[in-house]
Each structure stands twice: as structure tokens, then as C-alpha cells.
RNA sequence: GGGCGGAUAGCUCAGCGGACAGAGCGCAGCCCUUACAAGGCUGAGGACGUAGGUUCGAAUCCUACUCCGCCUACCA
């Protein structure tokens, strides 16, 4: 077996099951020696011992100097004041499916954990800590502020990561980054300056989402839309010389009036031709305003004017500049109204709407209020209303930006799964709007601008230090910006900030660009577009040519799984519960390619109980291997029988998939095809057949043919399974015999050329049928479970050859108690029937079965069939259908015909025997 | 307003041009058969959202519609 690591000097394996301290069970092997494996399958027990285990080996450390392919996936970092939640839970478990994967086909594998210092999320976090001790930021100052943040960073933050060990991703520890630790913060201020001197990084006056409660700026994608039911209120201004003349125009804030400048109509709009001009009167400040003309503005919205608010207002703002207007900020920065708002100075934007609109009815100047339906934005973090709000801030310029970003994915140096993905990246790089990166917070990257304190002195150094004396008036008293950077301005460089970068560093080289990036759909914005933009603009190439989106956690009802909805189970909780190898199965195993994934813990059984499947199956195999050490034998000197044909054939099959289903990202596909395969062929089929053969009285060589192939094919499934469920797969592989020291690097199973066997597969296929025939026979004739039944088969030679060899392991299968093979052709006088692949299979009646029961199924059959036959030969007549259908389509229709025929037929002598035959 | 998904068994999904439409869970019946009751066997259950069209043939392709979900947008 390849050792891909490099192990030498690792001591053997800890003997965790081969008679460990641990062994303990009741259970008694063949050989009477105690069984250490359990009856019941304890997940707890197990999945405590494995993840230290493969630590202490360094299996999950990468390692560059190896002359290996590599494959290198960073672990969206989750925020330092996280708790894994579903969502974590999904991702987590497809990307060490990949990687583990990965490493069990022999690559160099990093798969780099990290954490993201969540700017806003944590300084919420702590601020409520400090208000929980009656303090606020403000009273410690901000480095005070920053201590504490730091502290309880220490404290609480790895918590996240020690959640993930549980789940038992095959992260490399030795790599694990913070956003805000030191190289990582060089790399963020090094591409703000960068940035800034390319003119991609500016500060402006513009109106930005401002959080009143966070009390900072955030992004467009940071404001979550919400539709809401409101009122959109007509307010009256007169207009000045107007003989009592108004202007009416339409808002859904009213309060933002108080900083109205202007009111503006479209040039095109007849009705206000002559109000153009004109100056308006705005009620209760009497500040006079223009009446103007802009394209802008839309005639057919409201009454066709518009108020034009530009320190409130995007559109407004832009309209304002057009037209030389100075905006006028009404509210400060916790939203309460300001100075500028008169009377309503002090108010709460809220109750200034409501007094605005109580006064203005007053004065009957409320045109109307009509409900209206309109999206608000909100803080995604505290889902306060956000306010459009002019102010001083910093920007991304993105245009420039972008382009690389869309000829990445335009060229396919970017792929995304699902690939509609692409589309949605596509667009919003298409239509991307300059990014507000400056927060108003204390806890993040601080802008590295400074600014020279010497009165009049207009000099910013934008320095990753302090800079030197000023350029300009010699000063050295540099004011820094007092704002840090949103979070996400240093999340975009996790693919290589993480590798060293801007150092050239090893790994840099070695694991740049990666090879993959696991996320889900609702961050291509936030994250995934700008990773590529920072990777195109920052290392000339795209961080990673492959993108995979998951599923969003949904729960039942199809709503997404949140803390504050209280709507989703604990993944910890969870893993006590079912275990962790059991979550990450059912996770996978369910979670569509493409849709989102309504989960429900009570699904977690899927795995729990697949878990509990394999162990006992390993049990059984490791008992029945009694003291016989099957790794010696060579696979060419056995004498397959049928059925040992059959599954390793079954095998190279799973493999194939399984390994197919991989490669193309259908992580579900995967998980179903190997738990397919090893519950309902190798557990249902094969190891029931294989039974009779393992027994003491069996014949000794073929005895040690079924005890390798037993043991050989587990082995498979075990190396199949063990990305998706590394605790238990490891456990059991340790306590069978096993080549190598851990399951986790042991090889990815290759499908052998020599396993496919069609001609085995088509017999077992045969023999099935037989077996469910009986089956279902004795079902509907209502045969007592426990009673064994003589079985008669009527059919071909190769069928009752085939048979034949099989006899000892099909009676069982069946409760049969003695099968007759009729090479006379002979058949029962009076029994019950069914056809498999032109054979027929007779339960004799004999008073065990109701005569009258089974003319009645027997009519059923015939007349179903009939209907099939039917189909078939209308099929067949028509002369479109043979011309034009193609020829092998054509064929299948005929042999179809034959074949109903022929069952028919025999349907029909059934039937006519039981006429004969006295009723019960 | 634009865009994107979805609609198939009670539930969650697979099938995406050719044989009575599949799986898991749930349900019903029978079984504690010495790996597993966290198990085994058997079974019931479906106008493939609606209406048209293309085709020898449609759950599958096209068009329209209905209903759900999501994303996006400077009609205030």
C-alpha cells in the first residue's frame, strides 16, 4: 500500500480495538474469545478517541516539499464570535468529504482553517458584555475598548474551532489564520494603500447605509431588503406667490422633508410647466426652496414631484450636485433628528415622522396617506432600519475591479457548481456599485491614513506606519483615521493572506492559486466575487478555478434556519445525539445539488442507523474471519463462486460511482450510492448468501475464499465511506485486519478491470428474482414467516443449473425447505405461480395456500400484463413508430413482446391447473 | 420592475426523450431467523402544477398560465 505521508518514524497504531483496554462486551466470538465490538453501535465511545489520533500523526499537515499534486481548500472562516450553526454543519462536511478524498488518493492536501474577527459582530458582542457590567466603550476609550475585545477574542473565540474538531475536520492546525492577526493585518493595509495609489481607493461625501444602532456605515450587501406594508403620504408645499397654491409630492419619510432643497418635476411633465422655477415654502422652517426640472423624475410616480432630500437620499444627492444644491443633514448619527430639523430637533426619526405628520395635517397640509408596499433595508446584524445618510466615508472604486473578475469566470479560469451561479456572479460584477469599506468601529483593521494636524496643512499619508515628518510644513503630528475597514475588506483575501501574502512565501507558491472553494450561494457577493477580484488585482490570477455552492439549511417548514427564529437545532446537540459521523452523513446524504435543504433533525436517524449497519457487519465479518489473517492471500489463487463474482463486480460498480459522483460534486448521489451498495447488496445479498459458507462444516477452501472476499470488499466500502463518516469507518478498519497505519491516508479503492463481471451480475440477478418470487409469494398466500416451504422451478437448463449451484445459500434467503428443480419439466398439480425471466416458480398448495386467493392474484397478473401487451403491440403496428424510431429502440419493443407473451402464457396454464384443481 | 429556481407517492428528493415512473423516510401486515428490532421480509400509495405545441413516442423539449421560494433594483 502507497504510504503517501511521510511516517517512517510513526510508532504502530494504537491496538484501539485489536483487544484494547476497552474491550469490554459480553459478546462472544466463534473462537469464544470476548468481542470488543459492541452489539449496539456507541458513537460517543468511538468518535472521542480518533481526532487526537490523527493529530498526534500530523496526517492533516500539509507539506510542500513533497513532489505531490496538491490540493488546498481554506475553510470559510467563521466569525470568532460564532456557534456552528446547520449551515456550518453542511459546509463543513462536503469540503472534508473533498478533502479527505483528496488525501485518500494520495495528494498533498491543505485544507487551512481560520476565523474572521466579524468587525461588527464582535464589537456587538463585546458592547453588550459592557453594558452587562453598566460600562460603554466610550468610558474604557478605544484602546481600553480593544483590550477587552482581544480578551474575550482569547477567551470565547476558538470556541467555534473547537466545535469543528468535533465534527472532525481534517484541517491543518499548523496553519490556522485570524483575519486581524499580524501578517494577515499587513497584507489588509497593504492593499488599501495599493489601491489608493492606483486611484481604486477613495474618500468621498456620499450617502451611505447607516446603521443608527451599530452606529457605522455598511455596505449594499451588508442592508437586507424587507418588504414592508407602509404608507406612501402626499405633503403639500405652497408654493411662494402661488395665491394659495400648492405643490404636492409623495414619501414614505415624511420626516426626511426637514431636509428638503428642492422640489423637482420632470421638464416633459405639462402640469408643472409653470411652476418651474418657482420657489416652494417648506412648512414649519419657511425655508424656501427652488422648484426644478429633472429627467430624473418620474411623472407618472405620485403626483409627479418629487422632494429632493440629498443628504438623505441617493438619488436625491446625485440630482442636487446636478443642480448646485446644498444638501442639509437633518439627523445625527444614533438617527435622532438634529439641529437643522427646528422643532423636531431631539426626536427619534420614528416620532419626528409621526409629529410631522400629526402637524402637517394641522396646517391640512397631508394631501392623503395611501398604504403602500415598499422594500426597506435593514442591518443584516441587528436588523435596525438602516438610514440612507451623507456622510464622509471611504470607497473601493469596483469597476476596474470587476473586469478581471468576469474574464476569470468568462473564460472559465472560474467555474461555478451549480452552474447558474455563474450567472448571478456575472450580474451583480456587471452592475457593481463602488464599495463603502469604512466602519465606524474600533474593532478591525484601522484605515492606515493619516492626516496632518498642523492647521491649514492639507497633507494624508496613506502609510502602513506612522509616517515621518510632513512633506508639506515639516509637522510630525499625524492624526490616523479614526475608522477600521468592513470586514469583508479583509475577508477577500483569505485564499492567499492566509498562504503569507505579500511575502513570497513557500506555501504561497506551493498552494496559490487553490484548487477549490466551498461556500454558500448566499456570499457570491459578499465574498466569493470579491475573492476573485482581490486574487485577479493581487496575484494576477483567480484564487481558485472551481466554486461549489451548497444548499442553504432550510427547516421543514422551509424557512431559514436562525438563531433569533429559534428554528434550528444545535449541531452540537445533534452530534451528542445521533454523532458526529451520523450528521455529516445525513447532511450530505440529503442536501440536493441544486436546491436548498429542508432539514429535519429527526433525519439524522438516516445516518445513525447506517452507522450501526456497518458496524455490525464488520462485526460479523470480523468474527467469522476467526484467526485467518486474509491480508496473505493472493486474490489469483481463489476460486470465486457465483456469488463472490458477483459483489466484487457490485464493488467496482460502487467505486466507480462513488468516485464519479465525487469528481463531479454530487456529494448526494455519492453518499447514496455507497450506502446502496452497502446495505442492500453487500449486507442484504451477499453476506446473507455467504453465511452457509462460512460454517463450521463447510468446506475449507471455499470457506477462505468467502472469508476474503467478506473481508476484502468491507475493506472497500470502509475506504469508500470514510470521508463521509471518518470516526467509525477508522474504528472498524483498526479492528480488522488492515495494511497500513490509519484509514485516513490509506488509498482511494481502485475498481479492478477483472471485478466487472456481467455475466455474474446478470445470474445473481436471476437468482434474486427467484428468491423475491418466493418471497412474495408466501406474502400474499399468507405462508407463516417461520414455515419452511417446498419450492418447485420449471425453466431452462442454464436457469436450473444455475440453481442448483446456488441451492445451499438460496434456502435460506427464502425459508425455503427443499428446492425441485423440474429438468423433467414436469410441474406441481396445484400450486401457487410466478414467472422469473421465463422461468416459473411454483409454491405447492397443499393446503398451505387458498386456491381461491390465488386464482384471483393470478387473473390480477395476467390482466396487468395484458395492458403491458397491449401497449407494446400498438406500439409495434404503427408504421411511424417503425420507420422513424430508431432500430435497437424498435428491437427492445419486440423482445418486450415476445417476453409478455411468453409470461402470459404460462400465466394462463397457472390458471387453468388451479381450475382443475379442487377448491380448499 | 427585472432575474433565477421549484411544482413527480403523505414528506424530502432522484429521474430530464423511449419497457407498468424510482429511492429514503413515513404508513400497513408478518417476523426478536445466533451481525444488526438502530434489524428482516412483503405490501399499499402517483391524472409527474394547468393549458397548448413539437415528436412515431413527452414527467422529460418548446410556449403561455397558476401557485410557492429566493435573489436583485435609485418610483421617491
Redesign the pocket.
Known sequence: MPDFHDLAAAPEPAPVLSGGPQASMENVMQDGRPDPLS????PADVESRWYDFWLERGYFTARPDQDRERFTVTMPPPNVTGQLTMGHMLGESIRDVLVRWQRMEGKDVLYLPGMDHAGIATQNVVERKLESEGKKRQDLGRDGFLREAWAWKEEYGGKILQQLRRVGVSVDWSRERFTLDEGYSRAVLLVFKRLYEKGLVYRGHYIVNWCPRCHTALS??QV??QEVDGH?HFLRYPVKDGEGKHIT?????PETMLGDVAVAVNPRDRRFKKLVGKTAVLPFLRREIPIIADD???????G????VTPAH???DLELARRHGLQPVVVMDTEGRMNENAGDFAGLDRFEARKRVLERLTDLGLLEKSEPYR??LGVCERCETVIEPYLSLQWFVKMAPLAQPALEAARRNQVKFFPK?WR??YR??LE?V?DWCISRQLWWGHRIPVWYCRKPGCPSTAVELERPGPCWHCGGTDWQQDEDVLDTWFSSWLWPFATLGWPEETADLKTYYPNQLMVTGP?II?LWVARMVMAGCECLGQPPYPFVLLTSIVRD?Q?Q?MSKSLGNSPDPMDLMDRYGADAVRFTMVY?T???????FDE??C??G??F???VW??A??VR?RLGDEDPRGVRESGLELQLADRWVLSRLANAIKDTTRNLKTSRL?EAA?TVY?FT??EY??WY??MV?PRWADQAEPRDRRVARWVAWKVLDGILRLLHPFMPFVTEELWQALPHEGESLCVAAWPKARRAWYDAQAEAQVSFLQGVV?AV??L???MNV???KRVPVVVRGSREQLDLLRQLTPQLLPLA?IERLDLAYDGLRPPVAASAVVEGAEVFLPLEGVVDVESERARLAREAD?LLT?LE??KR?LR?Q??LS???PE?VD?ER??LQ?FEETLEKLKRAQEALREAPAS
Not at 409630492?249 to 419619510?253: G, L
Request: glycine share 4%; hydrophobic share 30%.
Open positions: 452489539a449496539a453501535y456507541n449594499d450587501e437586507e431588503n406612501l409630492v409623495a414619501t414614505t419619510r430624473a423624475v418620474d411623472p407618472k410616480f405620485g409627479g414631484a418629487l422632494k437620499d441617493p438619488v415598499f422594500t447558474r450567472k448571478v450580474h451583480w452592475n456599485h448566499d457577493f421543514a422551509g431559514k440529503l440536493p445539488t441544486d436546491q436548498d435543504l429542508l429527526k433525519r436517524e438516516t445513525k442507523f452507522a450501526n449497519k455490525n457487519a462485526r460479523l468474527s448526494n447514496n446502496h446495505w442492500h449486507c442484504d453476506l446473507e453465511k423475491v418471497r412474495n408466501r406474502a400474499e407463516p414467516a417461520g425459508r396487468r403491458e401497449g407494446t406500439k404503427n411511424d413508430f422513424k424510431a430508431k429502440v427492445r423482445q418486450k417476453q
